[in-house]
């Protein structure tokens, strides 16, 4: 029987061991398909899959002297075998065996990624909801600008990780192409029904056109998704770094009992798991970058891919997935601190009310260049004093006075005025 490595956690996924059961797999298949079209004895396949089985030890040991993984990995598994054997990889090139396994690879990769995504849409939109009505400033160039909620703040994250759920779950479709066409693709000795049928048995579709190798611009397009989905993680992380930041203190990671921020400061607590994220999603980009340069391969094939996607498809799955991990429980424990957004919001008298004073000034008659440069002298006043205050400067100025009433002056500075539309963001989002 063969032995089964069941490893559903995303690190075993690209273990040697997982990697040659996705060989054997293929190999499995396309002798079931032959037996199929009677290109080979029934017999046999029933003999092979009965005994076939490998050693990843015994595999390197035999690539130590060939230097060839596939030989290797073949004349381990004929040790199994015996005689049936002659029948594996009958009519094949390596590269059937090596770019079919490894889009199966890649699918159960990228299934769990989805997994973790979709953990990761229910927890912002969890927080979207509790949110809904907590207000804060909204920030233009890191300046303060007009009211939001931190509720619609999420609902902005929520969007884009949906925008990645589709984008992955296209890729994936994309992906998922075997190719069983031999040297050079030309299915001179393997016919395309043998393609058809084993890639079926495997979850897969056939390439439409393949070279000796299936085209990189497919794992091209791969890793780029998945560095767009950590590049999403990143904005999330970096936002939270700034909102923690002590004179803004708006949002705070959880910091555990007994969790220290500092080995010198011991009052440090500092957004370490949102900084992680930010170096993560770094090492991911970074990897798009290689994906597209293996897309230029020699003719119909060269190997220059095969080192680069070694290091490159491990890496980019397995931090992609840690880090859809980390944001997750980061947004579900995130602390929120509606009090110090209502303080930051009103910080030098309510300045960012100031466009809503300047169009009741013009709604009230005039020009919107002597309505701006009123609102903008009373504002720079607040803004250049410790202690500013906006509101009152407005109050007190005669020119406003002689249009605005203490009731129309006060409506002003009212923050639901900036929230009156935001429920149709969320019932475009299902919250």
Request: proline fraction near 3%; charge should be negative; hydrophobic fraction near 40%.
């Given at each position: 029987?063969?032995?089964?490595?069941?490893?559903?956690?995303?690190?075993?996924?690209?273990?040697?061991?997982?990697?040659?059961?996705?060989?054997?797999?293929?190999?499995?298949?396309?002798?079931?398909?032959?037996?199929?079209?009677?290109?080979?004895?029934?017999?046999?396949?029933?003999?092979?899959?009965?005994?076939?089985?490998?050693?990843?030890?015994?595999?390197?040991?035999?690539?130590?002297?060939?230097?060839?993984?596939?030989?290797?990995?073949?004349?381990?598994?004929?040790?199994?075998?015996g005689d049936a054997g002659r029948y594996i990889h009958l009519g094949l090139t390596s590269s059937d065996v090596l770019d079919t396994a490894l889009a199966l690879q890649m699918v159960a990769s990228l299934d769990l990624i989805l997994r973790r995504l979709e953990d990761l849409i229910v927890a912002i939109r969890q927080r979207a909801?509790?949110?809904?009505?907590?207000?804060?400033?909204?920030?233009?160039?890191?300046?303060?600008?007009?009211?939001?909620?931190?509720?619609?703040?999420?609902?902005?994250?929520?969007?884009?990780?949906?925008?990645?759920?589709?984008?992955?779950?296209?890729?994936?479709?994309?992906?998922?192409?075997?190719?069983?066409?031999?040297?050079?693709?030309?299915?001179?000795?393997?016919?395309?029904?043998?393609?058809?049928?084993?890639?079926?048995?495997?979850?897969?579709?056939?390439?439409?056109?393949?070279?000796?190798?299936?085209?990189?611009?497919?794992?091209?397009?791969?890793?780029?998704?998945?560095?767009?989905?950590?590049?999403?993680?990143?904005?999330?992380?970096?936002?939270?770094?700034?909102?923690?930041?002590?004179?803004?203190?708006?949002?705070?990671?959880?910091?555990?009992?007994?969790?220290?921020?500092?080995?010198?400061?011991?009052?440090?607590?500092?957004?370490?798991?949102?900084?992680?994220?930010?170096?993560?999603?770094?090492?991911?980009?970074?990897?798009?970058?290689?994906?597209?340069?293996?897309?230029?391969?020699?003719?119909?094939?060269?190997?220059?891919?095969?080192?680069?996607?070694?290091?490159?498809?491990?890496?980019?799955?397995?931090?992609?997935?840690?880090?859809?991990?980390?944001?997750?429980?980061?947004?579900?424990?995130?602390?929120?601190?509606?009090?110090?957004?209502?303080?930051?919001?009103?910080?030098?008298?309510?300045?960012?009310?100031?466009q809503r004073v300047m169009l009741t000034l013009v709604e009230k008659g005039v020009k919107r260049e002597e309505a701006y440069k009123i609102v903008q002298e009373n504002a720079h006043t607040a803004w250049n004093k410790l202690d500013g205050n906006f509101r009152d400067l407005i109050s007190k100025d005669a020119r406003v006075k002689?249009?605005?009433?203490?009731?129309?002056?006060?409506?002003?500075?009212?923050?639901?005025?900036?929230?009156?539309?935001?429920?149709?963001?969320?019932?475009?989002?299902?919250?």
């Amino acid at each position: 029987m063969i032995e089964r490595y069941t490893l559903p956690e995303m690190g075993n996924l690209w273990t040697d061991a997982y990697k040659f059961q996705t060989w054997l797999q293929v190999e499995i298949a396309v002798c079931e398909a032959q037996a199929a079209l009677g290109y080979i004895p029934h017999e046999a396949v029933a003999e092979i899959k009965a005994k076939a089985n490998f050693d990843p030890k015994r595999i390197l040991e035999i690539e130590a002297e060939v230097r060839h993984d596939v030989i290797a990995f073949l004349t381990n598994v004929n040790e199994y075998v015996g005689d049936a054997g002659r029948y594996i990889h009958l009519g094949l090139t390596s590269s059937d065996v090596l770019d079919t396994a490894l889009a199966l690879q890649m699918v159960a990769s990228l299934d769990l990624i989805l997994r973790r995504l979709e953990d990761l849409i229910v927890a912002i939109r969890q927080r979207a909801s509790e949110h809904r009505y907590t207000v804060m400033i909204g920030r233009s160039h890191g300046i303060h600008a007009e009211p939001i909620t931190f509720g619609f703040k999420l609902a902005g994250w929520l969007a884009e990780v949906l925008r990645n759920q589709e984008r992955l779950q296209n890729v994936r479709k994309n992906i998922a192409v075997g190719k069983i066409s031999g040297a050079v693709g030309t299915y001179a000795n393997i016919e395309p029904r043998v393609e058809a049928l084993a890639c079926e048995k495997l979850g897969l579709k056939p390439d439409t056109a393949s070279t000796q190798v299936v085209s990189r611009d497919v794992h091209a397009e791969y890793v780029q998704q998945l560095a767009l989905l950590a590049a999403s993680i990143e904005r999330f992380a970096v936002e939270i770094r700034n909102l923690q930041k002590t004179d803004v203190l708006e949002v705070e990671e959880y910091f555990s009992k007994g969790q220290k921020g500092s080995s010198a400061m011991p009052h440090k607590r500092n957004p370490i798991r949102s900084e992680r994220l930010t170096g993560m999603a770094r090492m991911v980009r970074s990897y798009a970058v290689a994906a597209v340069e293996n897309v230029a391969l020699w003719h119909e094939r060269d190997i220059s891919h095969s080192s680069v996607e070694r290091v490159m498809l491990p890496d980019a799955c397995i931090l992609t997935h840690f880090m859809l991990t980390e944001i997750t429980d980061l947004v579900k424990n995130l602390l929120v601190y509606p009090d110090n957004m209502a303080r930051n919001m009103n910080c030098y008298g309510g300045v960012v009310f100031s466009q809503r004073v300047m169009l009741t000034l013009v709604e009230k008659g005039v020009k919107r260049e002597e309505a701006y440069k009123i609102v903008q002298e009373n504002a720079h006043t607040a803004w250049n004093k410790l202690d500013g205050n906006f509101r009152d400067l407005i109050s007190k100025d005669a020119r406003v006075k002689e249009k605005l009433s203490p009731q129309e002056i006060e409506a002003c500075f009212n923050p639901q005025h900036h929230l009156q539309h935001l429920d149709e963001v969320y019932q475009r989002l299902g919250i």
